[in-house]
């Protein structure tokens, strides 16, 4: 099976526009789609994108997914960056039914 | 609304076999493409997949911890099982259910947290 790495953190202010990649480590990343979760402390995680670069109802569109090919990875990008924003993002894939989580990333926004 | 909620014990011992049980509304188990999945994240560490089971019964584990997960379901109480045999403190986590449609998650259970402990 394939293995998605992330960066173990990033860090960026107020207002700013930060990146979290995902790379897939064997199989095209196209092949299956992409989700990225939240996870603030204490709580579960939620979705804030699914099928790539799909935003659920109640996701501001600050937040954004895009898989590029040639490096075979997935990107989460937030957009004019909040405090509430900071939080543990991870990555989520399949391949036949078994599911794959990246290793995750702090968000700090100081 | 779909919700889940996970119970089970807090504390087993090593080499003890671990059930949780898994108890949702909102949705049906018998409908078509709809799936319960099983996370677990330990202490402050990444999420782990465990283990899914589709509506049909098909099921898929982990490759890493085939061995020693069982996943079952009972439509009728919209109860999903999973037990893990041969507990180690290795195995403390927050254990996660969640409602699959499409092969991902979401949404996820509240967590029960399981501590492993002589």
């Known amino acids: 099976n394939f293995m998605l790495t992330q960066p173990h953190s990033v860090s960026e202010s107020p207002g700013k526009t930060v990146t979290i990649s995902c790379t897939r480590s064997s199989g095209s990343i196209a092949s299956n789609y992409v989700q990225w979760y939240q996870q603030r402390p204490g709580s579960s995680p939620t979705t804030v994108i699914y099928e790539d670069n799909q935003r659920p109802s109640g996701v501001p569109d600050r937040f954004s997914g895009s898989i590029d090919s040639s490096s075979n990875s997935a990107s989460l990008t937030i957009s004019g960056l909040k405090t509430e924003d900071e939080a543990d993002y991870y990555c989520q894939s399949y391949d036949s039914s078994i599911w794959v989580f990246g290793g995750g990333t702090k968000l700090t926004v100081l | 609304q779909i919700t889940l909620k996970e119970s089970g014990p807090t504390l087993v011992k090593p080499t003890q076999t671990l059930t949780l049980t898994c108890t949702f509304s909102?949705?049906?188990?018998?409908?078509?493409?709809?799936?319960v999945g099983w996370i677990r994240q330990p202490p402050g560490k990444a999420l782990e997949w465990l283990a899914l089971i589709y509506w049909d019964d098909d099921k898929r584990y982990s490759p890493s911890l085939k061995s020693r997960l069982t996943i079952t379901k009972d439509t009728s109480k919209n109860q999903v099982v999973l037990t893990m045999t041969n507990m180690d403190p290795v195995d403390t986590a927050t254990y996660y259910c969640?409602?699959?449609?499409?092969?991902?998650?979401?949404?996820w259970g509240q967590g029960t947290l399981v501590t492993v402990s002589s």
């Open positions: 969640a409602h699959s449609r499409g092969a991902r998650p979401d949404p």
């Open positions: 909102g949705f049906s188990l018998s409908t078509s493409g709809v799936g």
